[in-house]
């Protein structure tokens, strides 16, 4: 099974491959709380795209597409055994 950390990252490269930088859209509360939670079990995963300012809010359709996968991702890291409190709900 592969790590949270190379399954971020693999993430992060999707998310970020051609996509605009240009941020108009606010980040969703479940990816704020996935970058926080993130950055509470590894903080050495780029969580930039999900973060405010990433290119995840830069087009509705993707935005849509990030809030999805920050709550799958959210909900795994909350799974751990002993989740740090950050990732407290």
Same mark, same amino acid.
Do not use: F, H, I, N
């Given at each position: 099974?592969?790590?949270?950390? @190379?399954?971020?990252? *693999?993430?992060?490269?999707?998310?970020?491959?051609?996509?605009?930088? @240009?941020?108009?859209?606010?980040?969703?509360?479940?990816?704020?709380?996935?970058?926080?939670?993130?950055?509470?079990?590894?903080?050495?995963?780029?969580?930039?795209?999900?973060?405010?300012?990433?290119?995840?809010?830069?087009?509705?359709?993707?935005?849509?597409?990030?809030?999805?996968?920050?709550?799958?991702?959210?909900?795994? *890291?909350?799974?751990?055994?002993?989740?740090? @409190?950050?990732?407290?709900?």
């Amino acid at each position: 099974m592969p790590s949270l950390k @190379a399954g971020a990252r *693999l993430l992060a490269l999707t998310l970020t491959a051609g996509l605009p930088t @240009a941020c108009t859209l606010p980040a969703s509360a479940v990816c704020l709380d996935y970058v926080a939670c993130q950055a509470a079990v590894d903080d050495s995963v780029d969580t930039s795209p999900w973060d405010e300012g990433g290119s995840c809010w830069s087009l509705p359709d993707t935005a849509r597409r990030c809030d999805s996968q920050c709550r799958v991702a959210l909900d795994a *890291l909350r799974a751990t055994p002993d989740p740090p @409190a950050a990732c407290s709900p």
